[in-house]
Antibody, heavy 117, light 108 residues
Framework: EVQLVESGGGLVQPGRSLRLSCTASGFSFGDYTMSWVRQAPGKGLEWVGFIRSKASGGTREYATSVKGRFSISRDDSKSVAYLQMNSLKTEDTAVYYC????????WGQGTLVTVSS | EIVLTQSPATLSLSPGERATLSCGASQSVSSSYLAWYQQKPGLAPRLLIYDASSRATGIPDRFSGSGSGTDFTLTISRLEPEDFAVYYCQQYGSSPYSFGQGTKLEIK
């Protein structure tokens, strides 16, 4: 059974950093692109970025709103994808989901990041 | 950057009725790379349709997708009580891979 579990969320002050993890199981993690999507409280979905599999070059793409501040990486030996978030802003407050592939049925349960002083 | 506009923002219908949700793109979506998701409160989105018209595994056949270019439609042929939720479209033809703002399907 495919499972994705996000962790690392919490309360952080503006300007600080936070790293989220997405721990995968039930599939060959290294073969897949892993994506991040966020949802601010009461708002719609926003694509954040993804990292391709190493076989596809391991390249990354990001939304304009996070480019230069957020970075996605992966550790295939641990089946974990990471979202490093730097220079956090109050508008980054959201539930962050990881997903398998750019579009697909497998999503984690999400982890809440609150950016507030 | 492709902007997706969903209409209507809210759709009020009764169980048994037909629902038609629209998703318009500011530019042509490459290769009809358009997906539809359903989301219920407190839960992660559920993939319904990908490649504009292909149903995801386990999705009932009352859900169908159509369209190409800049105009896409999600149709629910006969609403069941569990279908009342928020629906999002997403284009994945060109980065950044944007979502629409959502359509809330509510019980009339």
């Amino acid at each position: 059974e495919v499972q994705l579990v996000e962790s690392g969320g919490g309360l952080v002050q503006p300007g600080r950093s936070l790293r989220l993890s997405c721990t995968a199981s039930g599939f060959s993690f290294g073969d897949y692109t892993m994506s991040w999507v966020r949802q601010a409280p009461g708002k719609g979905l926003e694509w954040v970025g993804f990292i391709r599999s190493k076989a596809s070059g391991g390249t990354r793409e990001y939304a304009t709103s996070v480019k230069g501040r957020f970075s996605i990486s992966r550790d295939d030996s641990k089946s974990v994808a990471y979202l490093q978030m730097n220079s956090l802003k109050t508008e980054d407050t959201a539930v962050y989901y990881c997903t398998r592939k750019l579009v697909g049925p497998y999503w984690g349960q999400g982890t809440l990041v609150t950016v507030s002083s | 950057e492709i902007v997706l506009t969903q209409s209507p923002a809210t759709l009020s219908l009764s169980p048994g009725e037909r629902a038609t949700l629209s998703c318009g793109a500011s530019q042509s979506v490459s290769s009809s790379y358009l997906a539809w998701y359903q989301q219920k409160p407190g839960l992660a989105p559920r993939l319904l349709i990908y490649d504009a018209s292909s149903r995801a595994t386990g999705i009932p056949d009352r859900f169908s997708g159509s369209g190409s270019g800049t105009d896409f439609t999600l149709t629910i042929s006969r609403l069941e009580p569990e279908d009342f939720a928020v629906y999002y479209c997403q284009q994945y033809g060109s980065s950044p891979y944007s979502f629409g703002q959502g359509t809330k399907l509510e019980i009339k």
